[in-house]
């Protein structure tokens, strides 16, 4: 089984590095080694952000894919009907924490 | 950088004394560096070393 927990943090932390080096490369758009560590860092977190996804509920717009999200059916209203998954998962305010 | 700021009076804001003086910034262009794992970075803040330095306007702990 997927630690959810654990997944949420590894994203947390890679979308951290991701942002990071977003600044650096405003100000040094031709860096190779920036590059290189950019595309890997967005790699990575796309990946992670898939597997979220696929497991729980989608985190970002572009992760929603009804026929593919919240396979574990967690924290949510429809679990055996085809449904937006968008409203998947514990609100802010319920615990849930981006 | 001048000495670290003791925290000498209750206010937020810096405001000047002996240990927070105004200042003209030289800042060099910032070249490329191993950067932390994401994990350390998250937690110090900063995906680069040499930019893993301390805040001390109006004082803080030493993390």
């Given amino acids: ?98 | 950088m001048n000495s670290v700021a003791v925290k000498e009076c209750e206010c937020e804001t810096a405001t000047p004394s002996k240990t927070v003086e105004l200042a003209i910034a030289t800042v060099p262009m910032q070249p490329w560096e191993q950067p932390y794992d994401p994990k350390t970075a998250l937690k110090h803040g900063t995906i680069f070393p040499s930019l893993d330095l301390p805040f001390y306007v109006t004082g803080g702990e030493q993390s």
């Fill in chain 1, 1 to 98: 089984m997927i630690d959810q927990k654990n997944l949420l943090s590894q994203i947390t932390e890679i979308s951290f590095t991701v942002n990071d080096l977003n600044l650096y490369l405003d100000t040094h758009p031709l860096d190779e080694n920036a590059l290189n560590a950019f595309k890997d860092a967005m790699t990575q977190r796309k990946q992670l952000l898939q597997t979220y996804a696929d497991n729980f509920e989608p985190l970002t717009m572009n992760c929603i894919c009804p026929d593919s999200n919240n396979k574990t059916k967690s924290h949510t209203k429809y679990p055996d009907q085809r449904h937006f998954t968008w409203s998947d998962g514990p609100l802010p305010w319920e615990g849930g924490v981006f």
